[in-house]
């Protein structure tokens, strides 16, 4: 029997957590997933809030996983000790709260997830992923390994897919909130998409209202982003994974939208 992983994009504001609640449940059970990862770092615009994760834990993810913004609400920061189930970037500073990866019980063996943010075009703040993900991968003694890359280059990610190839199940990214067409299995059997979209408006500019980022981008003066109202949408991918080998069959967008 197949391990079933799904994989959902970022959950951007109260709507992606109202899409969540209402549909998580639903898909899990239409794809016959077995693990679910959700990304909730902009469930709170900039972060997420330990009452949030909450709420997304609930709605049937088994693990989140947070990028860039995972200090966006200072609240978070003891919640991430607390909980082994929601995670930050691994290649964060050691002297950060949270873990950035972790090995979860299922009726199918250890599963690992790592949680990677990449450096092009963001913060070069954190140690390089590549290099990061490398020596995680040495501790672990599962084939089942996950791996999510929180990046704006596409070609950081697909770098990242290719490094990895055949030594992981799967590797997705995320950040962008815009869904990839590129959900594939690479030569030596790893899953792999360049991102995985969003969870949250429909009608939007990355989850905010358009009228207020074409604003921006006019150069008028600045206001406060606000969400967009409207339908939802929740942006999401499966893989379907061996349990023997470890590499994936098969990789396919799951999207839903109203």
């Known amino acids: 029997m197949d391990f079933k992983v799904l994989a959902v994009g970022d959950v951007v504001c109260q709507p992606g957590i109202e899409r969540i609640r209402r549909s998580l449940r639903k898909l899990k059970a239409a794809t016959g ?15 997420i809030t330990p009452d949030q994760a909450e709420d997304i834990f609930d709605a049937g993810a088994d693990v989140i996983t947070l990028g860039n913004h995972t200090f966006g609400k200072r609240e978070i920061a003891d919640y991430l000790d607390e909980n082994r189930r929601i995670l930050r970037p691994a290649n964060y500073a050691p002297q950060m709260p949270g873990n950035g990866w972790g090995v979860y019980e299922t009726e199918f063996g250890p599963v690992a997830v790592i949680d990677l943010q990449g450096r092009c075009n963001m913060d ?8 990061a993900v490398e020596k995680i ?17 596409t070609s950081e990610k697909l770098a990242m897919g290719y490094m990895l190839d055949g030594n992981v199940s799967a590797v997705w990214g ?27 408006p429909k009608h939007s500019v990355l989850g ?12 008028d003066i600045p ?14 991918v499966l893989f379907t994974i ?15 939208y109203d």
């Open 33 to 47: 997933a077995d693990f679910v990862i959700v990304n909730g770092e902009n469930a709170a615009v900039v972060g």
């Open 124 to 131: 070069y703040t954190p140690d390089n992923p590549f290099l």
């Open 137 to 153: 991968i040495k501790e672990l003694d599962t084939k089942l390994i996950l791996v999510e890359l929180h990046a704006e280059a």
């Open 174 to 200: 995320t950040h962008t909130h815009v869904p990839t067409a590129d959900a594939q299995v690479l030569p030596n059997g790893t899953g792999y998409v360049t991102d995985l979209g969003m969870t949250g």
């Open 208 to 219: 905010i209202q358009p009228k207020l980022s074409i604003a921006r981008f006019r150069g």
């Open 223 to 236: 206001e406060r982003y606000r969400w967009a109202e409207g339908p939802t949408k929740l942006e999401a």
């Open 242 to 256: 061996d349990p023997l080998t470890g590499l994936c069959r098969k990789a396919e967008r799951v999207d839903l």
